[in-house]
């Protein structure tokens, strides 16, 4: 607590999650709690109309997160998390040292990165002006085939069909009649996770204008104007418009997946830590969208406002998604329960089922945009195009396992398989260790088993692997390697195959991957580890550790 005896809350991030977290404190515990916002930019940015923004049909808005935070009661500090210390609740940033807390609520977003080379990838208003100039092109009348493409992986797949839609309006304006347009995902359906009556009215739009659809479809890369697929076969592409497959900021001391989601739980505890809470697209829940973050900061804060002695009685998180598709044609509004005893059946209707049918739905964050003025409502929001498709769906975060386009599945080359394909078999049992084991301790039996990772388990269930290169971040981190626990520098929910996978699926899951250490499981438990990266035997920096020399310092 601070000298006013306030609990200190940390909030990194300067996005929806942050605001949103920002907002429940102020309004469940404003006299217990003293907020301080860290991050890297001084501006939030309103980004959901960006995909509107390059036909003209609406505008991305920023405000300035120090007025924001002031006018909230809270603080703000530039800079960027890059490391937590459990033990003496110290954060790190990236320039203003050290910043003490009592809770700690990670809201930093996930970093959008290319998936598809050789495409325009449209991240959001940075990409807006080559949104833009693509458009001129297709007026000219030069480019014969266009494909917009989902991403195998963490996404958000809303987007692309918005702009695809979009630009079916404008090449009609246009008179581009001729031009092949086609939406290509790894989905089963297109947008199916809102359930079939959504799925229909987007598939009836597609074919109303002209758009084709390729689904259960992988994209690789752009070579020779074609769209080059997984594991075989392509798309004729002139152009090709991807959204960006997302991976969080690496944050040390903090467990995160390969990818850098970080695992929580459903208040938005960081698994294995106490004080210290996740919310957002940072995390590892599979839906990366603004109003799943704004609920997952709500469950946060409450938790956080209890603990800091507020008469709150905290809610887990339940999230309700409601997406709203830009078309260009007359809006349908559609809502299902995805629960395992839903209330009602689902809908989809041209009458307004949920409002107002903002892009971000947040409980404390809508109206306090809406205050501010000049923030749209739903006819505003549309701007010249007076069409949409507004989904609302509830989700059970224990029945929905996220977008089949998360993971690339194992089937992708079942005829090998049926062919008698040679098979890995695990021949070897993989070193196996506890969360609450020392990186010092697990170092010392890496090096005298000769092995690269080992494997985290907590009571028989994986939970984690810990490699040569986590013990390398540690150790450039002056980690104390005898009192650091492995559950904090190890790769949480670590990819897996089970035993008897075929050669070709594992090569192509290490390379799209971009891991080196698969582990081998059979009937849920861990038989072997396949890796690549022998070279690192005996490698100086796990012997350090081993040896338990200690070097001095602070978290950094």
């Known amino acids: 607590m601070n000298e006013g005896g306030r609990h200190e809350v940390l909030i990194a991030g300067g996005g929806v999650a942050a605001l949103e977290a920002a907002l429940a404190l102020r309004a469940l515990a404003s006299e217990l709690v003293s907020v301080e916002l860290l991050a890297p930019e001084p501006k939030f940015w309103y980004r959901p109309l960006s995909v509107a923004e390059p036909f003209h049909l609406g505008e991305v808005r920023h405000f300035d997160l120090g007025g924001l935070a002031q006018a909230l009661g809270a603080s703000f500090t530039p800079g960027a998390l890059v490391a937590v210390d459990e033990s003496s609740h110290l954060a790190r940033t990236s320039s203003a040292g050290d ?152 944050i040390d001391g903090i467990p995160q997946t390969a990818h850098g989601f970080i695992p929580v739980d459903a208040q938005g505890r960081v698994s294995g830590m106490t004080d210290v809470f996740a919310a957002g697209d940072i995390t590892n829940f599979t839906v990366k969208q603004g109003g799943i973050a704004t609920q997952q900061a709500d469950a946060a804060a409450e938790t956080i406002a209890a603990e800091a002695g507020a008469d709150v009685a905290p809610t887990p998180f339940r999230p309700v998604l409601r997406g709203l598709l830009l078309t260009g044609r007359e809006p349908r509004y559609m809502r299902r329960e995805l ?49 949409a498709v507004t989904v609302e769906v509830e989700l059970d975060p224990d029945a929905v396992g996220g977008p089949r386009s998360t993971l690339l599945p194992l089937n992708l080359f079942g ?12 021949s070897f049992d993989p070193l196996i260790v506890a969360p609450e084991d020392t990186l010092g301790e697990v170092a010392e039996q890496m090096l005298a088993n000769a092995q ?30 005898g009192e650091a ?19 070709a699926d594992i090569e192509l899951l290490m390379r799209e991957y971009g891991v080196h ?30 040896g338990s020399r200690q070097v001095e310092g602070r978290v950094r």
């Not at 072997?528 to 920096?541: I, T």
Request: proline content about 8%.
């Open 415 to 426: 005829s090998a398989k049926e062919a008698g394909e040679e098979r890995v078999a695990a």
């Open 452 to 481: 690269t990772c080992a494997v985290v388990c907590d009571q028989g269930r994986l939970i984690g692997i810990l490699t040569t290169t986590d013990l390398v971040r540690a150790c450039a981190m002056r980690v104390h390697s």
């Open 485 to 503: 626990p492995v559950r904090l520098w190890m790769t949480a929910q670590p990819f897996t195959v089970p035993q008897g996978t075929p050669l």
């Open 339 to 387: 629960t395992e005893s839903p209330g009602q059946e689902p809908v989809a209707s041209t009458e307004v089922l949920w409002w107002p049918p903002a892009k971000i739905v947040g409980r404390y964050l809508a109206p306090y945009l809406a205050s501010l003025g000049g923030m749209e409502t739903a006819p505003e929001l549309l701007g010249h195009t007076p069409d």
């Open 99 to 250: 910043i003490h807390y009592d809770s700690l609520l990670i809201a930093c977003g996930a970093i959008p990165t290319p998936a598809i080379s050789g495409a325009i990838t449209f991240r959001g208003p940075a990409d807006s002006a080559r949104m833009e100039s693509l458009l001129a092109e297709l007026a000219t009348g030069d480019i014969d085939s266009l494909v917009f493409v989902v991403p195998w992986g963490a996404t958000w797949p809303l987007p692309i069909y918005e702009l695809a839609l979009l630009t079916a309006s404008y090449l009609e304006a246009h008179d581009r009649h001729d031009l092949d347009v086609t939406i290509v995902t790894p989905e089963e359906e297109a947008l199916g996770l809102f359930g079939q009556p959504a799925v229909e009215a987007l598939t009836a739009l597609l074919d109303e204008r002209g758009l084709k659809l390729q689904t259960d479809a992988y994209a690789s890369e752009v070579v020779d104007e074609e769209l080059r697929l997984i594991p075989e076969g392509s798309v004729r592409a002139q152009r090709v418009v991807a959204l960006p497959r997302l991976v969080g900021p690496r």
């Open 517 to 546: 250490h698969l582990i081998v499981i059979e009937d849920d438990r861990p038989v072997g580890v396949l890796h690549d990266l022998s070279h690192l035997f005996g490698h100086p920096l796990v012997e350090e550790l081993a």
